[in-house]
């Protein structure tokens, strides 16, 4: 077998990356229907039968309107290895009796 006989089985190709017109086209559709979509969600929050779905329509609107709220750890509950990471120590530049 030689060399320019090979032919590379099963390469994997990486899809074309979407053209940045068509993204902005993309993107200027949708804001095209936000308002719509906006009032779906306020509708679903106030009339769904559904307790589940007004919670996530409530869940969404919040979260556009303020961002999703941060996650908070429990330092008491990590090991003693975590702790130690995560230690942050403050230092005064203007501190002349530093070593």
Do not use: W
């Not at 077998?1 to 590379?8: G, L, V």
């Not at 804001?31 to 906006?38: P, V």
């Not at 009032?39 to 996530?56: A, C, G, H, P, Q």
Request: charged fraction near 30%; charge should be negative; include cysteine.
């Amino acid at each position: 077998m030689e060399i320019q006989d090979f032919e590379p089985v099963n390469e994997p190709k990486c899809p074309p990356r979407p053209r940045p017109q068509l993204l902005r086209d993309i993107t200027g559709l949708c804001r095209l229907h936000s308002e719509e979509a906006f009032k779906s969600l306020v509708t679903l929050m106030r009339k769904s039968e559904d307790e589940n779905i007004r919670l996530k329509a409530a869940e969404s609107i919040l979260n556009r309107a303020y961002g999703k709220p941060s996650q908070s750890v429990l330092v008491g509950e990590m090991d003693e290895t975590v702790k130690k990471v995560l230690q942050i120590e403050f230092v005064n530049g203007n501190d002349n009796n530093s070593a």
